[in-house]
């Protein structure tokens, strides 16, 4: 298991350059990057609860967008491609299913008492599985991508927004970062006191509190102030990720998934495969910042 963070900071005000810096991928625990099997990732909304101030026409508009932002940067160089099925009382499994859910009653795994618990810093979630066996052929394959959005501690909301709530936090923004990792890619930065991860080119990441402003422009980084919206816009780093995941000449996406082929596609579990569920996004918000000061310096 591996839980980032995200956290507020005033870094994020300066924009980034044309020049691409650095990408991560996440990788299995033999470091084979992990990826989809096609360019395809279909989302199923799930209509079982949503949060004050969000109606299901919002949360299922701004998921197109989020979608769509990541398609447009990255169409140039890469033919990935996410979609979603029309909202389903899903639940949270491991069942193939890559859900999005508002958790509105608890925050934990799936939104349920018995839930592994998540920290109630964190805004959201992305709990990636995928094939973790060295040698065999879909080593690192994905066979599902979930992310919950933490509704008990944050009011989601569209910026700009009248609303003024102290915990608010913006849901595109949220979900192109998240769907950032259920593509594949990790985070830009590290957090102290974690292990420090390798970008692409073998160097180790920077300190997220001391990250240079090209780093921390990109939908990738790990930190954002409650009114942050510049990870709606992948940047040069996120879409050199994407491209090298799922270059043009990959295979192509097919037709639309219906909830039940996406239940039963992509998994092809040999008995001695190992299967791993690894979550690998925590965003955490401006709330975070007593729990995490012995992390994190507090912002100046």
Not at 13 to 23: D, E, I, L, P
Not at 67 to 81: G, L, Y
Not at 91 to 103: A, E, G, R, T, Y
Request: with cysteine.
């Amino acid at each position: 298991m591996k839980l980032a963070g995200l956290t507020a900071t005033v870094i994020l005000a300066v924009t980034t350059t044309s020049a691409a810096h650095a990408y991560v991928r996440t990788t299995t625990e033999n470091h084979t990057p992990i990826s989809w099997p096609s360019s395809c990732l279909t989302f199923v909304p799930s209509s079982s609860a949503l949060p004050t101030g969000i109606d299901l026409a919002t949360f299922t508009a701004t998921i197109d967008q989020a979608m769509a932002n990541w398609r447009v940067a990255t169409s140039p160089c890469s033919n990935f491609e996410m979609s979603r099925l029309d909202p389903q009382p899903v639940l949270v499994l491991h069942d193939n299913l890559s859900v999005i859910k508002f958790n509105t009653q608890f925050w934990t795994h799936g939104d349920t008492a018995t839930g592994a618990s998540f920290d109630s810093a964190t805004k959201a979630i992305t709990t990636v599985s995928f094939i973790d066996k060295k040698g065999v052929p879909n080593d690192g394959t994905i066979l599902d991508a979930d992310i919950e959005l933490n509704a008990t501690d944050y009011q989601f909301v569209i910026l700009p927004s009248d609303s003024m709530f102290p915990n608010e936090s913006d849901l595109e923004n949220t979900l192109t970062h998240e769907m950032g990792h259920a593509q594949g890619l990790a985070h830009t930065c590290y957090i102290e006191g974690d292990p420090i991860p390798l970008d692409e080119n073998g160097q180790p990441l920077p300190d997220c509190e001391h990250s240079d402003p090209v780093v921390a422009a990109t939908t990738m980084f790990a930190i954002a102030s409650p009114s942050d919206i510049d990870k709606r816009y992948p940047k040069a780093d996120d879409v050199a990720g994407i491209c090298a995941i799922y270059p043009l000449t990959a295979s192509a996406c097919g037709p639309p998934l219906t909830a039940a082929t996406q239940a039963s596609a992509g998994c092809q579990l040999n008995p001695t495969d190992k299967d791993t569920t690894f979550p690998v996004l925590c965003l955490i918000g401006v709330l975070a910042r007593l729990q995490f000061r012995r992390r994190l310096r507090a912002q100046r």
